[in-house]
Structure formats: structure tokens, C-alpha cells
């Protein structure tokens, strides 16, 4: 059976992260990959904080085990849902989009673990500063808000760059991902993408029907043009769009900023395929079956431990 030290220290069966996708990483989705030995994420997305405790108490209903939850530092509500996560005993929080610095006094003074997303050996050494008991490593593989490292190249330099534990995101859907991830210096996984398709999972049929139907090539990146809003997206009449656009010699970086608003929830909640903004990783064109969160959690860990078992034929 697959342990790290980031087992040990979250109280999980197996290093898996359930990454925490607006509008789709919701309390019971969490619960099921919690459930299932993971870490489940409640996505704080930009709502206020009355939507993530009712979250967290769907969650609570429907398991005893650890649970994290997922804060955009750049939502306007990001105050009160901090707050809330301390009120709420939330065990478990991850953060992106921003330094979580300011609050991570009151986090650790609640016993909180905080594993900040970070793109960069810049910024993982700057969470490291701020307090981070661990650090997720995401490559611009994933779906989403990206960088410009790839996951190969990126979780090695954060590795070697920190003295916390370093879990790989972007790329990673099979046991082969996971392997990879741990020959890099990592000691756990987090995928998004491949949770995205979990039975569990509440999100529109028509978003999860793209990630089925997609191939190696189905997935585009926006808002390359003025840097610090990359975002992988399936390919459909919303992103071809947006690149046309975005690429206007009159269009102005504001301009790009507006161009998305409101596309993720059409995708995700209204399953508009032409005017929604699917956002998906490039593994997408791995992910060919609907599962269940437990039966994805145990094939990645066992498939990965067959593997790792398997490299003694390769080296002697």
C-alpha cells in the first residue's frame, strides 16, 4: 500500500489530492474522494461564506474522514472565507491565486495545514517563508489557471528549492502520472481532471461528455497574450472565440479580462457547449470512462505500485 509523509501528516490512506474546481468541486464530491482514502477539496470559488459552510456541512454529512478546502486568494469574499475555515474547523486548506501570507498566522494558530498551489520556485520558496506545511507543484498541463513551467520541469526545481513536502498537479490521470510524480522528488499527487468524470461529481453531463470525447490535442490555452490569466480550456465555439479576440489589435488586457466572466458557470452548471468555458487538463484525452471516486483513487495507487515495483526489470 502507497504511504508518504503527506499521509502521515493529513491523516489519509493513500497521497491523492481531489483538486478544488469552481462550480465543481462541491461537499459531496469531497466526501467521496475522502471516502475513498484520499484528500478531498471543497472549491471556495468566489462565493460568499455562507455557500462554503453548507458545503462543508454536506461534506460532514457524508464522512467522518479529513477534508480540505480550496481558496482563490483574489475572490472579493476571500476575508470571510478564511475566516470561515477557522470557524469551521476546516483541517485542510489549499490556496491559489495569491500569497496566503496574510492569513497565515490565524490559520496555523487554528491547526489548520495550509498547502498553498504555486507555478514557480519563486513562489513555493515564498510560501515555504509564509508558513506552508506543504506545497502542491502545478504544471501548465492542468486545466485552468496556469503557468508557464511544465510539471516535469517544475516539481524537481520545487523539490529541491523547499524542505516541505512537494505534491505534483498537472498531467498526472494514471498510475504511470503518479510514478513519474514520485521519481521527481514528490511525495503525493493531485488531480482535478480526472475527478472532473467521478460518479460522484455533480457537474453538467454535457462537461463531462468533452472530457470523454476528448483527445490529446482538444484543449487550448487563453489569455496568453497579456500573461496572468492563462487558462486551459477544452476546444469549442467559446475558446476559439476568445483567441480571436484576444488577438485584435485593439484589444486591450481589460478587454481579455472581461471576455471570460460567467463562462465557467455556463459550462459547468448549464452544460452550454457553445458558450461555455470547459476548463480540463491536457490529460483529458486519457480519461475514457466514468468512475467512481473510490475506484479511481485505488486503480492510480495500485497501477502506480505495480509500476514501481515493475522498475527492478529496468535497472539492476
Known amino acids: 500500500m502507497l504511504k508518504s509523509p503527506i499521509c502521515e501528516m493529513l491523516g489519509i490512506s493513500y497521497p491523492v489530492f481531489q483538486g478544488g474546481m469552481a462550480w465543481i468541486s462541491d461537499g459531496k464530491l469531497a466526501a467521496a474522494v475522502s471516502n475513498a482514502g484520499g484528500l478531498g477539496i471543497i472549491s471556495a470559488m468566489n462565493a460568499e461564506a455562507g455557500y462554503l459552510r453548507e458545503q462543508i456541512k454536506t461534506a460532514r454529512s457524508l464522512t467522518d474522514k479529513p477534508f480540505g478546502v480550496n481558496i482563490m486568494l483574489m475572490s472579493p469574499h476571500a476575508d470571510e472565507v478564511a475566516q470561515a475555515v477557522i470557524e ?128 490529446d490535442i482538444s484543449t487550448v490555452t487563453t489569455g496568453r497574450r497579456f500573461g496572468g490569466n492563462t487558462c486551459r480550456c477544452i476546444k469549442n465555439p467559446f475558446s476559439r472565440e476568445f483567441l480571436r479576440v484576444e488577438y485584435l489589435p485593439e484589444t486591450t488586457a481589460e478587454d481579455v479580462a472581461s471576455l471570460g466572466t460567467g463562462a465557467l458557470r455556463k459550462a459547468a452548471v448549464e452544460g452550454d457547449t457553445k458558450l461555455g468555458c470547459f476548463l480540463a487538463g491536457q490529460i483529458s484525452g486519457m480519461v475514457k470512462e466514468e468512475m467512481t471516486a473510490e475506484q479511481i483513487v485505488k486503480e492510480v495507487c495500485e497501477d502506480c505500485e505495480t509500476i514501481l515495483k515493475r522498475s527492478q526489470t529496468w535497472v539492476r
Open 88 to 215: 469551521e474547523k476546516v483541517p485542510v486548506v489549499t490556496t491559489g491565486a495569491g500569497s496566503p501570507a496574510k492569513y497565515m498566522p490565524a490559520w496555523k494558530a487554528a491547526g489548520i495545514k495550509v498547502i498553498p498551489v504555486v507555478a514557480s520556485v519563486a513562489s513555493a520558496k515564498m510560501a515555504e517563508r509564509a508558513g506552508a506545511d506543504a506545497l502542491i507543484a502545478e504544471g501548465q498541463e492542468s486545466g485552468g489557471h496556469i503557468g508557464e513551467l511544465t510539471t516535469m520541469t517544475l516539481v524537481p526545481q520545487v523539490c529541491d528549492a523547499v524542505s516541505v513536502p512537494v505534491l505534483a498537479a498537472g498531467g498526472i490521470a494514471d498510475g504511470r502520472g503518479m510514478a513519474a510524480s514520485f521519481m521527481l522528488g514528490a511525495c503525493g499527487v493531485q488531480m482535478g481532471t480526472r475527478f472532473l468524470v467521478a460518479k460522484e461529481c455533480g457537474v453538467h453531463r454535457n462537461y463531462k461528455d468533452m472530457v470523454l470525447r476528448a483527445t
